[in-house]
Nanobody, 124 residues
Framework: QVQLVESGGGLVQAGGSLTLSCDAS????????MGWFRQALGKEREFVAT????????VYADSVRGRFTISRDNTKNAVYLQMNSLKVEDTAVYYC?????????????????WGQGTQVTVSS
């Protein structure tokens, strides 16, 4: 059974940092891109960041570029999201997503597997 499990969410003050982790099990995702998306209360799920299967290059939403960094470790079948300089508007449930094959993609429909999400709350 394929599973993506996110961890590392929580409550943090504005300006603080959090690192999210996503551990995949059941199969390897070394052949495809992985990504992070988020969904704030009452809003649609939106793209945050995606990374190539080699883990060499990331693409970011304009709203997080320069503050967030995505990385992955294929030996651990895991992807990470380092979030710095957090803002109140970053508050959302963050989801990990994985593609079986293929490059980076900003569309939710491009991903084959999803985690259950982890809540990130940024207070002012």
């Amino acid at each position: 059974q394929v599973q993506l499990v996110e961890s590392g969410g929580g409550l943090v003050q504005a300006g603080g940092s959090l690192t999210l982790s996503c551990d995949a099990s059941g199969r390897t995702f070394a052949g495809g891109a992985m990504g992070w998306f988020r969904q704030a209360l009452g809003k649609e799920r939106e793209f945050v960041a995606t990374i190539t299967w080699r883990g060499t290059s990331g693409v970011y939403a304009d709203s997080v570029r320069g503050r967030f960094t995505i990385s992955r470790d294929n030996t651990k079948n895991a992807v990470y999201l380092q979030m710095n300089s957090l803002k109140v508007e970053d508050t959302a449930v963050y989801y990990c997503a994985a593609k079986l094959f293929g490059g980076r993609d900003t569309s939710t429909s491009a991903y084959d597997y999803w985690g259950q999400g982890t809540q990130v709350t940024v207070s002012s």
